[in-house]
């Protein structure tokens, strides 16, 4: 990338990960071309369509029948509607720290605050993120902490018969990058199944990133219904919900439908992206370049941290990590994160890397995407542009 003043910078921001290819990949670049010269959209379903669909369904596990929509946002407002629709319930359950695009009921403590406003693990303070939504909106909401089994058979045994659906970020990715603990997605499947909530993967930010078919496939655990966004489109504009037959057959025309309108949705030129950027990654050698590229550029920072003795650890793994200025080994949570994580010093930290030509967003909420396009190359100069920021912060 070059700033309007002319410096250059390897991108490790990719768009918020949506960048899956790194920019303007010629393939894309051909395939944008080409759609634009036969006619962008037609209001209409086209075969383009069909093909995005198509593949997405061979690449996700749990993906029968999918819908397109224009933002991941959109594709999250959309399951919690079908959920909805489909138990007859309207309570929803969200986790501590997630994220899941700005529609109003989503928008409780997704942002971070000082541990002193937290209130108590097994009753959460309930802290909106954005004025302007009424807090009737949050009544069908209940909040949990993410991570803790015992939490949440805690919680599912209180209110799981109401619930409509559960909605987790597999790996949670709005907190920098948090994996889940062993087994506790299989425990969250089981729970789910037996209180007859739906499960929602919100797989925007990792779908398509770690394996052809998400964190589903990745951790081998079936949810309900997915989201998409991000990496689907590859740059374009682009969401998906994607699940059951029987789900989302419940927006087929009728009565009793579950609207999904949109001027843009199933948009022929993004789709002809879609499809474009699935068939890329279907590349054997795809997912084994992403994995190799940031375990080398994860392993590297480490080193840099442990050489200028900086209480730095390097999380996540593959295609996505975050760095925590912390003096514990992990950061599992929310409130870890809340807690533990000098975020100040990162945004310093990064400030120093923009310096030297490293192109990351200051917060430390975010994480680093590598993308098919980074190479060992651009690690090595991460690297020594980290060992020299880490001087520089001395
Ligand atoms: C996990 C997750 N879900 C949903 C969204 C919303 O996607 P969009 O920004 O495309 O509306 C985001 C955006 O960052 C996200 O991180």
Redesign the pocket.
């Known amino acids: 990338m070059w700033d309007i003043d002319g410096n250059e910078y390897i991108d490790f921001m990719m768009s ?2 949506a960048l899956i290819h790194g920019h303007a990949h010629p393939t894309l670049v051909k395939t944008v071309c080409g759609a634009m010269a036969e006619g962008s959209h037609f209001a209409a379903a086209t075969s383009a369509e069909v093909d995005a669909a198509e593949r997405l369904r061979r690449m996700v596990p749990s993906a029968e029948v999918v819908r397109f929509t224009n ?6 407002m959309l399951a919690l509607r079908l959920a909805r629709a489909h138990t007859g319930r309207c309570k929803f359950l969200k986790f501590e720290g ?5 529609y109003d009921p989503y928008l409780l403590n997704a942002h971070s605050h000082p541990p002193e406003q937290l209130g108590p693990v097994n009753n959460p303070a309930r802290i909106p993120d954005s004025e302007g939504i009424p807090p009737s909106t949050f009544d069908d909401v209940v909040l949990a902490p993410w991570n803790d089994v015992a939490a949440l058979e805690r919680v599912l045994q209180q209110h799981g018969h109401a619930l409509a659906a559960v909605i987790t ?1 597999p790996i949670m ?2 907190m920098g990058c948090i994996p889940p603990r062993a087994g506790y997605l299989r425990r969250l499947r089981e729970l789910t199944q037996e209180c007859g909530a739906l499960l929602i993967f ?1 797989e ?2 990792t779908g398509f990133r770690y394996a052809p078919g998400g964190c589903q496939e990745y951790y081998g655990v079936k949810p309900d219904i997915s ?1 998409f ?2 990496a689907l489109g590859a740059g374009f ?1 682009v ?1 998906a919900v994607a699940g059951s037959r029987l789900l989302l057959e419940r927006m087929q025309w009728s009565e009793r439908m579950v609207l999904h309108y949109g001027t843009f949705n199933g948009h022929r030129l993004t789709m002809k992206v879609v499809a474009a950027n699935l068939e890329m990654l279907c590349a054997e050698s795809a997912y084994r370049k992403l994995h190799a590229v940031g375990n080398a550029a994860i392993a590297g920072l480490r080193e840099v941290f442990r050489r200028h003795k900086r209480k730095a650890i390097v999380q996540g793994f593959g295609p996505m990590f975050q760095i925590y200025f912390t003096d514990q080994d992990a950061i599992h949570d929310y409130r870890d994160y809340c807690k533990y994580v000098d975020t100040k010093l990162y945004s310093r930290f990064v400030q120093r890397l923009l310096d030297r030509g490293i192109y990351m967003t200051p917060s430390n909420g975010l994480h680093w995407i590598i993308s098919t396009a980074h190479t060992e190359a651009d690690v090595e100069v991460l690297l020594n542009a980290a060992d020299e920021a880490c001087l520089d912060l001395a």
Do not use: M
């Not at 933002?71 to 999250?76: D, I, L, P, R, W």
């Not at 997630?98 to 700005?102: D, I, K, L, Q």
């Open positions: 918020f990960g933002t991941g946002s959109e594709a999250t997630h994220y899941h695009g700005w970020e990715a709005n919100d925007v930010v989201t966004g991000k504009p969401g």
